[in-house]
């Protein structure tokens, strides 16, 4: 039987929530050169990809990410997704002398099929570094 998200659900005109968290809940985010290195790449990638995919609402903590995503062709996500984390990882692993796996796994994603689902998680996207125990975060927000 498959993990809870490990099964991806690729559809066109899809919204979903994509998250994961450092490897053994290890901070991936060590200095605001790293946020601003991981939204950097984030909007080059949605630059190459066109218009397939849109980031909606973000949130970057220490440890873990969250992106709700809304893509318009199939593997939009597939595709940002494979981009995302392996550049990240190459740029952290070289930078701070890591080797091995950054994250927890693949991303984890649960698709959203309802307009009420989706604004519950904004929400919670937007929520997360206040339950985390932040109280101002400047990186969460409605797009990159």
């Known amino acids: 039987m498959p993990a809870k998200f490990m099964v991806k659900q690729f559809k066109p005109d899809m919204y979903a929530h994509i998250f994961n968290r450092g490897a053994n809940k290890a901070e991936i985010f060590l200095s605001d050169l790293d946020y601003q290195f991981f939204r950097q790449k984030c909007r080059d990638l949605l630059e190459q990809q066109g218009r397939t995919l849109e980031v909606l609402t973000f949130c970057l903590l220490p440890n873990h990410f969250h992106l709700l995503l809304f893509q318009r062709e199939m593997y939009a996500i597939s595709t940002f997704m494979h981009s995302l984390a392996t550049s990240y990882t190459m740029y952290f692993n070289q930078k701070y002398e890591h080797s091995g796996q950054l994250c927890q796994g693949k991303y984890k994603l649960v698709p959203l099929y309802s307009f009420e689902k989706i604004r519950e998680t904004q929400e919670y996207i937007l929520n997360n ?3 985390a125990g932040y109280e101002i975060w400047e ?5 990159l």
Do not use: A, D, K, S
Request: proline letters at 12%; glycine letters at 12%; hydrophobic letters at 40%.
């Open 129 to 131: 570094p206040q339950r």
């Open 139 to 143: 990186h969460v927000g409605w797009v």
